[in-house]
């Protein structure tokens, strides 16, 4: 009796066992299949997003002007950023979405703040937010064809002051050539030589919008790795479409970068333009030409501090670029010699803070500053900022 009791009991516990198996089965496989389903949706999930690259920038700014002039206007004129003067601003706060695929890429930028404001023309206001909106596609390997508002790889610095290595702009950038909206096509030959070229319209302040075509080449050699030369052609006929005039120009921009030691970096750019009926009266049909350029020189002490020095100039004899201005019985266009130094502090990799002096010099009597009373301008810069 005894035995039997215990293959009761043990027959008991094996039946209640399978009785809870029973009731438990189909919540496991139905968690089960939840959890795979969950599964599966994070890889799909994983899988798209891992072509995206994400970003955040925002930079401030003050531009402290040392002159004891008073100025009916608080703009700075020439200014591609730190517009405004004697006040607390901010340059830029934007937004970057990129997509990087073996065939399919995108670039999407959306920006607001000081500079894209008064940088876009009155007939171009609907794309100051734009920094730029493109696609492209791989047609065979290191070859890309790419369409839509496009960065212009005419000049080295930007608006977008963490791009440069002294916060403002010089006076030749600021009348160089903006974005394009049209198509590019760029191949890579090898490491050390790379092109193509863009067809489109350029949005810039000179001539702004004008519903023609142009077209830019652009080419980059590297010699050697610490070496640089840059290229960059832009053709095409500056007038509106309803003129019954063309100006057919020419824009050349000539780069060069060096680091002779890790720690200094030279930069120097030379920018010269032609265009055909374009010069000053009594003959209007001549060739109007300009010229502009900088030299640059950074020395990094760490990696958290640096320190940068540019001399700039700008000749525009015949008013191509600039305005027309008459002083001291001379009719021109725009002439300006300029220096500027700047101190850099990066706490992180990903920001920086910098105290920086700018000196900048028009044509004796030409007045251009201060609401035309001053031919020259004085001013501390403080610009501070991140990009993640």
């Known amino acids: 009796m005894h035995i039997i009791d215990e293959l009761m009991s043990r027959l008991a516990a094996i039946l209640f066992i399978a009785f809870q198996l029973l009731i438990i089965h189909p919540s496991a496989v139905a968690q089960h299949k939840a959890d795979s389903l969950t599964d599966e949706v994070k890889s799909k999930i994983n899988n798209t997003f891992r072509y995206f690259t994400f970003g955040f920038y925002i930079d401030t700014y003050i531009n402290i002007t040392l002159d004891n002039i008073r100025d009916t206007s608080n703009l700075i004129p020439f200014s591609s950023n730190c ?32 500079a894209p404001n008064l940088l876009a023309t009155a007939n171009a206001q609907f794309i100051k937010t734009i920094r730029q909106a493109n696609f492209g596609f791989r047609i065979v390997n290191n070859l890309w064809i790419d369409m839509g508002y496009l960065i212009n790889p005419i000049g080295y610095e930007s608006s977008w002051v963490v791009i440069n290595q ?21 191949y890579k030959f090898n490491e ?41 052609n832009f053709f095409g006929n500056a007038a509106l479409r309803t003129s019954e005039v063309k100006e057919t120009g020419v824009y050349n921009n000539l780069i060069v970068t060096y680091n002779p030691i890790p720690k200094v970096a030279l930069v120097g750019q030379f920018d010269c333009a032609f265009q055909n009926n374009s010069s000053m009266p009594p ?22 501090f640096a320190v940068t020095t540019r001399y700039e100039f700008f000749n525009d004899p015949n008013g191509l670029l600039s305005d027309i201005y008459f002083y001291d019985g001379k009719i021109r266009g725009l002439l300006t010699n300029g220096f500027a130094l700047e101190f850099e502090y990066k706490p992180v990799k990903f920001g920086f803070i910098r105290a920086g002096y700018k000196y900048i010099h028009a044509n004796k009597g030409n007045n251009v500053y201060y609401s035309n009373t001053s031919d020259h301008m004085n001013a501390l810069i403080f610009t501070a900022g991140v990009r993640f």
């Open 166 to 186: 002294i916060s403002t702009v010089t006076i030749g950038g600021y009348f160089s050539f903006g974005n394009v909206l049209g198509i590019k096509l760029s």
């Open 283 to 304: 003959d209007t049909t001549n060739v109007a030409g300009m010229y502009s350029g900088f030299l640059q020189a950074r020395y990094i002490f760490s990696d958290h």
């Open 192 to 232: 050390k030589f790379s092109g193509g070229i863009m067809a489109g319209d350029p949005y810039t302040l000179a001539h702004e919008q004008n519903n023609r075509l142009g077209a830019i080449v652009f080419f980059t050699y590297k010699p050697i790795p610490n070496l640089s030369l840059t290229y960059n």
């Open 83 to 114: 517009p405004v003067r004697d006040q607390i601003r901010m340059n830029h706060a934007a937004l970057e979405v990129y997509y990087n695929a073996d065939k399919v890429r995108g670039k999407l930028a959306l920006q607001y703040g000081d």
